[in-house]
Nanobody, 120 residues
Framework: QVQLVESGGGLVQPGGSLRLSCVAS????????MSWYRQAPGKEVELVAT????????NHAGSVKGRFAMSRDNAKSTIYLQMNNLKPEDTAVYLCNAVGPVPETTNDYWGQGTQVTVSS
């Protein structure tokens, strides 16, 4: 059974930091491109960051460059999103996504999401 379980969300003040985690199971994690997406209330889902393979290039959306950093640990089947200098516009449900096995896109898995709220 495929599972993507996010954690680490919460309420934080502007300028604060959070670290999100997503633990994967039920598929060959090493063979999948992993991404973080987010969806703010009333808005479409937005791609935040992607890592194709461990040690590979990480692509971050322009809105989070210099503030967010995505990483992956294949040994733990886990991805992370370190979020610094958070802004109210970062408020959203953050979702973990797996696509693969690369380079194919046969399978597309999603987690349930974790809420991040940035407010004073």
């Amino acid at each position: 059974q495929v599972q993507l379980v996010e954690s680490g969300g919460g309420l934080v003040q502007p300028g604060g930091s959070l670290r999100l985690s997503c633990v994967a199971s039920g598929f060959s994690f090493n063979e999948y491109a992993m991404s973080w997406y987010r969806q703010a209330p009333g808005k479409e889902v937005e791609l935040v960051a992607t890592i194709i393979r461990a040690g590979g290039m990480t692509n971050h959306a322009g809105s989070v460059k210099g503030r967010f950093a995505m990483s992956r640990d294949n040994a733990k089947s886990t991805i992370y999103l370190q979020m610094n200098n958070l802004k109210p516009e970062d408020t959203a449900v953050y979702l973990c996504n797996a696509v693969g096995p690369v380079p194919e896109t046969t399978n597309d898995y999603w987690g349930q999401g974790t809420q991040v709220t940035v407010s004073s």
